[in-house]
Every structure is written in structure tokens, then in C-alpha cells.
């Protein structure tokens, strides 16, 4: 039941899917060691989202994540031809996402799709305010500058 | 949040389909299982909080157990030292009451002394009735009118009329010759009532003359010589036989493999002098090192025996990962060389048995054949709890350096430990420590 929605959010942070198994492994491990922990006061959804989250920052944090970055091939072709970006799948732009060093990608996920504030981001990750602000300003500049390559998006955005 | 933002969000948001594999579930639910048993192979924060507080802990035991053997010791040394005082007391509340005796008997002798004078003054008017001139030469060689005797000499016979005073000659009596000598047999019978004064004055003490006077020879005691000197009271402590501390390692498996971690770890040791440079000492160490070797080494999985066979044959084993937690207790002798430098060789052998911990150990197996049907397969992991395992006849061989202040021991040690019991069963060690202990005297 929740084994997608864990491992939707696993995904983004990892950045492949060994890892995010691996991850999802690990926090359903702590949900089941530490369920006396979630009190109900917010649905478990949001628990279990955090639970994997952290969990997925702490494999960050220890060094012992693999980072197997796969590469992206876009399909230039099509996708410029179309001229569609609105029609890319997840797993694509999950792909462009992939390419963003850990850093990044972990600051970028946490504020723009986990809805994190910069406070928030600096508290988890142990870093500054400053810091939070400069890698989520450096991964939407990669961003742009990947589809400034690959589709000649960055006018249009 | 910018256009940008909204789109990955929207597109990120969602919730993608991955494909469900049933090791995972397999692994999970083994880790529950081992999680039940009691097995926390988690080495999150509270775990390490956990191995922190057990040290503390350790050291908290120590402190106190070292603490209390130091109050004891005290103790004793007070019982000590109020038993040597009681004695003391006694022993001078016997010399004064001896003291005071003493002077109880000058005062019985000054007495008996002025008796004496009295009876003499009676003796010297009796013989001048008797119109016998009794001279006292001032002379030094004059004979005494009474011979003197030792205070341990019997006192001589009385002598009587029917008795020859020459036979009464004393070794004193040898000089009694010319005007001061008085001769026995010229003594008329009407003087025996004065030689038996004199032989009573015999009787009470040795009576000599000297310079004319009649001095009263009294054995009186040294009073000095009975207070005797105090004595300077030590403490009855003995030279320091136990001793014990706690230490760090850290060491190198052998055979030295790629993918295993240096040992790692601490412990808690004991020694106790048996005779001089002889020591009799015992260790309890817990060490931890990790691994993540590319084939699997029976050597570092002494209780996990077999390698598990794989699922096709396509299928080879890539990682093998596991964390190892081991005790170690050793009992052993430490000669420390009979040396006198500020760094003190020692060597030692001990024997040891090793405990090692249940784990989990992870396989990986990748598909070899990357390029058959479906394409490339995910790497299968199989996850393995193993029991517990007691190992023995292991031998630890030691060479260290110890420096001693009066109540610590710094010291630092190589150890080689060799597993006899089977060539695969367990693996060898160097392993160095790094410690101190305290003398408790």
C-alpha cells in the first residue's frame, strides 16, 4: 500500500533503484521498530514520508551510498520535435534530477517537492541557511542549463 | 517558488509504479526477526549511544570497584595503626606504674637508709662504751669494717661463739692486716652483740666504707633503661600485587584482506604480581571491525561456515558485507625484565577465547549473463542471521613497554594472537593496546 509512495520518495533522493530499495528497506524497518513513536496527530503518510526522508539522508550522510548515477539520454529528437516538455514522463525528469550532485539534489527535493522550508532543510542537513539558499539556487541553475542543452527550453522558463 | 519549481514539483509529486521483489521483503523480515531476538544490526545514533554508555559504564565499574579496594585498604590500615596505638598505650601506662614503684622504693630506701644511720650512731656509742677505738681511715686502701659482698653473694652466716670468726674471712679480708684490722680473735665475746648488728645490716644490703663514710650499697634500677624508646610506627602496606585498568586497540586481521576493516575496540585488564617480575594477568576485550570483501573468507565468518549456494548459474556472488562484534578473554603470564628505565620491557603469553557475536551477513549475487532474455537482472541480496560462536585454544604472544609511577601503570603492548585450534576457524591478529591500571597498594 505504501510500498510506492516510499519508494517514489526514495527514488528522488537516491538516484537509482537499488538504492532507493535499499532505503525504503531501512525505513520500513525503523516503522516497524518505532511505530510507538507515531502518535496519529497527522496522517501516517506523512510520518512514513519523513521517516524515508531522513532516511534517505543519513545513507547520504554515512558515505555508504553507491552513487550509480545513471545517464540520461534524452530523446532530443522526439521531445524537441514536439516541442512538449509538459509531456516528459517522471522517470525523465527524474533522470535530469539524477544528474545533480547529491548536495544538490537533496536540498532541491526537500524544498521544491517535499515543501521544506530553507530553516527546515538547514536543521535536517545540519548546514546553514546560506547554504540551503546557495545549493538550491546552483541545482535550478543546472536544471536550466540542462534544458538549455538538451531542448533549448531555458526561454520558455 | 518559480515555474521551474512548480513543474518538477508537479512532475516529481507523483507517485511512480516500481516493481515489488520479494527479497526485499525476505531481507526486511529477517531483519525484524533478528530485531526480536534482540539483534539490532542498526548502527544508528542510538546504537552508538549505546556502545558509548556501555564504555562509561565499564569505566564507572572500575572507578568504583578501585575506589572501594581503596577504602578497605584505608580501613585496615586504621584497624593497624589503633592496634599499635592501643599496644603503645599499654605499654606506657606499664612504665609509669613501673615508675612509679621506683620511686616508691627510693622513698622506702631513704627510710631504711636514715634507719641505718640511726643503728650505726647505736653501734659506734656500744663499741666507744666498749672503749674500743674503731678508727675509719680516710685512707682508700683501709680495710671496711664490714665486708662488702655482691648483691647476687649469699649473705654469710652469722657468726657465733662457737664458730671461729677467722673462719667468717672473706676475699675482703685479705687486706684487713695491720692497725686497721681488727682481728677476729681478739674480739672479746662481749662484742657479739655488735657483729650481729653488723651481719643485720648484711642482711638489709651491702654496707662498704668509703672516705670514711658508711655508704649504703642499694641496686637500685635503671629507670631509663626500663622506659624503653617508642617505637616508629609504619604502616603495614605491602608492596602493590594488583593492578587493573582499561585500555584501547585497535589491530590488523590476518591474513590482511581487501575489504576488512583494522579491529577496533577497548577493554578492561587485570594483573596480579605473583612472584617478583612474575605476573599473573587477565584481559576482556570487545572489538568490532567490519567487512565487505568481494568473495566470501571462512576465516572471517568462523560461525557462518558455507558459503550459500547460488540461485542459477548465472548468478555469482559480488559483495559479501557483514560487521563482526567479538570478545576476547585472555588469561595469561607477563614477565616484566628486571630493568630500571623509565620505560620497563615486558613480554607475555596468554590464552584466549574468543566470543563471536551474532550478525547478520548480507551476499550479493550479480547476474553474470547481463545480455540474456529481459536484459540485465538486479542484483540479488540474501541476507543470513548467524548464531553466537565460542571459540578456543587461541594463544596471544606479547611484547610491550610499561612505565609505572606510584600508582599508575602506562603501558603499550603488541600482541600476536594465533588461532591453534584449526587452521580456518578463526583468523590470526596483531592487535596494539594502549592503557593504564592502578596499583592499589
Given at each position: 500500500?505504501?510500498?510506492?509512495?516510499?519508494?517514489?520518495?526514495?527514488?528522488?533522493?537516491?538516484?537509482?533503484?537499488?538504492?532507493?530499495?535499499?532505503?525504503?528497506?531501512?525505513?520500513?524497518?525503523?516503522?516497524?521498530?518505532?511505530?510507538?513513536?507515531?502518535?496519529?496527530?497527522?496522517?501516517?503518510?506523512?510520518?512514513?514520508?519523513?521517516?524515508?526522508?531522513?532516511?534517505?539522508?543519513?545513507?547520504?550522510?554515512?558515505?555508504?551510498?553507491?552513487?550509480?548515477?545513471?545517464?540520461?539520454?534524452?530523446?532530443?529528437?522526439?521531445?524537441?520535435?514536439?516541442?512538449?516538455?509538459?509531456?516528459?514522463?517522471?522517470?525523465?525528469?527524474?533522470?535530469?534530477?539524477?544528474?545533480?550532485?547529491?548536495?544538490?539534489?537533496?536540498?532541491?527535493?526537500?524544498?521544491?517537492?517535499?515543501?521544506?522550508?530553507?530553516?527546515?532543510?538547514?536543521?535536517?542537513?545540519?548546514?546553514s541557511v546560506g547554504a540551503s539558499k546557495s545549493n538550491l539556487a546552483r541545482a535550478r541553475q543546472h536544471l536550466k542549463a540542462i534544458f538549455a542543452d538538451d531542448f533549448e527550453f531555458s526561454r520558455k522558463i | 517558488m518559480s515555474e521551474l519549481?512548480?513543474?518538477?514539483?508537479?512532475?516529481?509529486?507523483?507517485?511512480?509504479?516500481?516493481?515489488?521483489?520479494?527479497?526485499n521483503w525476505r531481507s526486511l523480515s529477517k531483519r525484524l526477526d533478528a530485531f526480536d531476538t534482540g539483534l539490532v544490526q542498526n548502527t544508528g545514533k542510538v546504537y552508538r549511544i549505546l556502545r558509548f554508555w556501555q564504555a562509561a559504564a565499564a569505566c564507572c565499574i572500575l572507578a568504583v570497584a578501585?575506589?572501594?579496594?581503596?577504602?578497605?585498604?584505608?580501613?585496615?590500615?586504621?584497624?593497624?595503626?589503633?592496634?599499635?596505638?592501643?599496644?603503645?598505650?599499654?605499654?606506657?601506662?606499664?612504665?609509669?606504674?613501673?615508675?612509679?614503684?621506683?620511686?616508691?622504693?627510693?622513698?622506702?630506701?631513704?627510710?631504711?637508709?636514715?634507719?641505718?644511720?640511726?643503728?650505726?650512731?647505736?653501734?659506734?656509742?656500744?663499741?666507744?662504751?666498749?672503749?674500743?677505738?674503731?678508727?675509719?681511715?680516710?685512707?682508700?686502701?683501709?680495710?671496711p669494717l664490714f665486708p662488702t659482698y655482691p648483691d647476687t653473694a649469699p649473705a654469710p652466716a652469722i657468726p657465733t661463739e662457737a664458730t671461729s670468726p677467722q673462719a667468717q674471712t672473706t676475699p675482703t679480708d685479705s687486706t684487713a692486716t695491720g692497725n686497721?684490722?681488727?682481728?677476729?680473735?681478739d674480739l672479746p665475746s662481749v662484742y657479739s652483740d655488735s657483729i650481729q648488728l653488723a651481719a643485720g645490716f648484711m642482711t638489709r644490703g651491702a654496707i662498704g666504707t668509703d672516705s670514711g663514710q658508711m655508704v649504703i650499697k642499694r641496686s637500685q634500677p635503671d629507670s631509663a633503661a626500663l622506659v624503653s624508646t617508642p617505637k616508629i610506627i609504619e604502616p603495614a602496606r605491602n608492596p602493590s600485587r594488583f593492578k587493573a585498568g582499561i585500555h584501547l586497540l585497535s589491530g590488523i586481521p590476518l591474513p590482511n584482506e581487501k575489504g576488512v576493516s583494522m579491529l577496533s575496540g577497548q577493554g578492561?585488564?587485570?594483573?596480579?604480581?605473583?612472584?617478583?617480575?612474575?605476573?599473573?594477568?587477565?584481559?576482556?576485550?570487545?572489538?568490532?571491525?567490519?567487512?565487505?570483501?568481494?568473495?566470501?573468507?571462512?576465516?572471517?565468518h568462523s560461525h557462518h561456515p558455507h558459503q550459500p549456494p547460488n540461485g542459477s548459474q548465472q548468478e555469482k556472488l559480488a559483495k559479501v558485507e557483514s560487521a563482526q562484534r567479538?570478545?576476547?578473554?585472555?588469561?595469561?603470564?607477563?614477565?616484566?625484565?628486571?630493568?630500571?628505565?623509565?620505560?620497563?620491557?615486558?613480554?607475555?603469553?596468554?590464552?584466549?577465547?574468543?566470543?563471536v557475536s551474532p550478525e547478520l551477513i548480507t551476499f550479493k549475487f550479480e547476474d553474470q549473463d547481463p545480455g540474456g532474455p529481459g536484459g540485465s537482472h538486479p542484483p540479488k541480496y540474501l541476507v543470513e542471521k548467524t548464531e553466537s560462536k565460542l571459540i578456543q585454544n587461541i594463544w596471544r604472544f606479547g611484547a610491550g613497554l610499561e612505565h609505572e609511577t606510584r600508582n599508575w601503570t602506562f603501558g603499550l603492548w603488541a600482541d600476536y594472537s594465533n588461532n591453534f585450534a584449526a587452521a580456518d576457524l578463526t583468523f590470526d591478529a596483531i592487535i596494539i593496546r594502549a592503557g593504564l591500571q592502578y596499583k592499589f597498594n
Open positions: 500500500m505504501f510500498f510506492n509512495y516510499a519508494m517514489s520518495i526514495a527514488r528522488r533522493y537516491t538516484g537509482n533503484i537499488e538504492s532507493a530499495e535499499e532505503v525504503v528497506n531501512d525505513a520500513f524497518f525503523k516503522v516497524f521498530t518505532k511505530i510507538h513513536l507515531y502518535n496519529g496527530d497527522q496522517p501516517f503518510r506523512f510520518w512514513l514520508r519523513r521517516v524515508v526522508i531522513n532516511t534517505a539522508i543519513d545513507r547520504l550522510r554515512s558515505g555508504l551510498q553507491q552513487y550509480k548515477v545513471s545517464e540520461w539520454q534524452p530523446s532530443h529528437d522526439s521531445l524537441a520535435e514536439s516541442g512538449i516538455v509538459e509531456d516528459m514522463t517522471r522517470e525523465q525528469i527524474l533522470s535530469m534530477i539524477d544528474q545533480l550532485p547529491p548536495s544538490y539534489r537533496t536540498v532541491f527535493n526537500l524544498f521544491t517537492v517535499d515543501g521544506f522550508s530553507h530553516d527546515e532543510i538547514a536543521e535536517t542537513l545540519n548546514i | 519549481d512548480n513543474f518538477f514539483a508537479d512532475k516529481l509529486g507523483e507517485e511512480g509504479q516500481f516493481p515489488r521483489r520479494e527479497k578501585g575506589l572501594t579496594w581503596k577504602v578497605v585498604d584505608v580501613c585496615n590500615d586504621n584497624m593497624t595503626l589503633k592496634e599499635a596505638i592501643s599496644r603503645e598505650l599499654e605499654l606506657r601506662s606499664i612504665q609509669a606504674k613501673e615508675i612509679a614503684a621506683l620511686n616508691s622504693a627510693a622513698v622506702q630506701q631513704e627510710t631504711y637508709s636514715r634507719q641505718v644511720e640511726a643503728e650505726s650512731a647505736a653501734l659506734r656509742e656500744v663499741l666507744s662504751r666498749q672503749q674500743l677505738s674503731v678508727e675509719f681511715k680516710s685512707n682508700r686502701n683501709a680495710a686497721s684490722a681488727i682481728a677476729a680473735s578492561i585488564s587485570a594483573g596480579f604480581r605473583v612472584w617478583r617480575d612474575l605476573s599473573l594477568f587477565a584481559t576482556a576485550d570487545w572489538l568490532r571491525f567490519d567487512i565487505s570483501t568481494e568473495k566470501y573468507i571462512p576465516k572471517f567479538q570478545q576476547q578473554f585472555g588469561l595469561g603470564l607477563q614477565y616484566s625484565l628486571p630493568l630500571r628505565t623509565w620505560l620497563r620491557p615486558a613480554v607475555r603469553i596468554a590464552y584466549t577465547m574468543l566470543r
